[in-house]
């Protein structure tokens, strides 16, 4: 099975531009989790999505956004980029199905904003 | 609310000995589980291994097992004949119930010298 595709690997934008992020799960699995990796916050969750449906957010503001398609493939998008958004921004899927709960994670994207 | 704390911001261990990583969390959570992932330098998210809070025995996976302590709260991820290849971050998760939400330490680097 294919692993957890993300898109680009890399970004740099400009303060007050957005962006968008894509995640593409494990075949089969319906919900996708993203997450901000900074060297001063470390990780933190963002938001869940499942069957198309937020389920989960984290302590982020509304810049902040996504949203999850019929196959299951999930975008992120942050508007009015700020300084500190730059980070590692990973993606993960599960199966929610069983009891382990297992998250897989993506390669990242990392975004740079100058 | 849920807290995971990693103490050791960074370790060394020489080949092909063991090592253990500390980790402690915090819930009043019943149903929960724990995880461990690596990260190497390239930045994605490496599945190490899984604990659920019912399970009796501690998990293991190849190299890896978990010394679960439910009543101290501590998850350590112990890793026999340590290789080159192991050098890199290690982050310990919690988990509660169903949910995509996972909630990590700060982390702690590993460097394994030859």
């Known amino acids: 099975k294919a692993g957890v595709t993300q898109t680009p690997r890399y970004l740099i934008k400009t303060r007050g531009q957005q962006v968008t992020l894509s995640c593409s799960p494990i075949?089969?699995?319906?919900?996708v989790s993203w997450y901000q990796q900074t060297p001063g916050q470390g990780l933190q969750f963002l938001f869940e999505?499942?069957?198309?449906?937020?389920?989960n957010k984290g302590n982020f503001p509304g810049r902040f956004s996504g949203r999850q398609f019929s196959n299951s493939r999930s975008e992120m998008n942050v508007s009015t980029l700020e300084l500190g958004d730059s980070a590692l921004y990973l993606c993960?899927?599960?199966?929610?199905?069983?009891?382990?709960?297992?998250?897989?994670f993506g390669a990242g994207t990392r975004l740079s904003v100058l | 609310a849920q807290k995971i704390t990693q103490t050791q911001p960074g370790m060394f261990v020489q080949e092909k000995e063991a090592v253990t990583l500390d980790c402690t969390y915090d819930?009043?959570?019943?149903?929960?589980?724990l995880f461990w992932y690596k990260q190497p330098s390239s930045g994605e998210m490496i599945f190490l291994i899984y604990?659920?809070?019912?399970?009796?025995q501690n998990a293991t996976e190849g190299r890896y097992s978990l010394n679960f302590q439910k009543a101290r709260k501590s998850a350590n991820l112990v890793i026999s004949a340590s290789q080159l290849g192991d050098s890199a971050m290690y982050f310990c998760?919690?988990?509660?119930?169903?949910?995509?939400?996972?909630?990590f330490g700060q982390g702690t680097t590993l460097q394994v010298k030859p």
């Open positions: 993960a899927s599960r199966s929610t199905g069983g009891s382990k709960n297992i998250q897989y």
């Open positions: 075949s089969g699995h319906r919900s």
């Open positions: 999505y499942f069957s198309e449906t937020q389920r």
């Open positions: 819930t009043s959570d019943q149903s929960y589980g």
């Open positions: 604990q659920g809070s019912y399970d009796e």
């Open positions: 998760a919690f988990g509660s119930g169903n949910t995509g939400k996972l909630i």
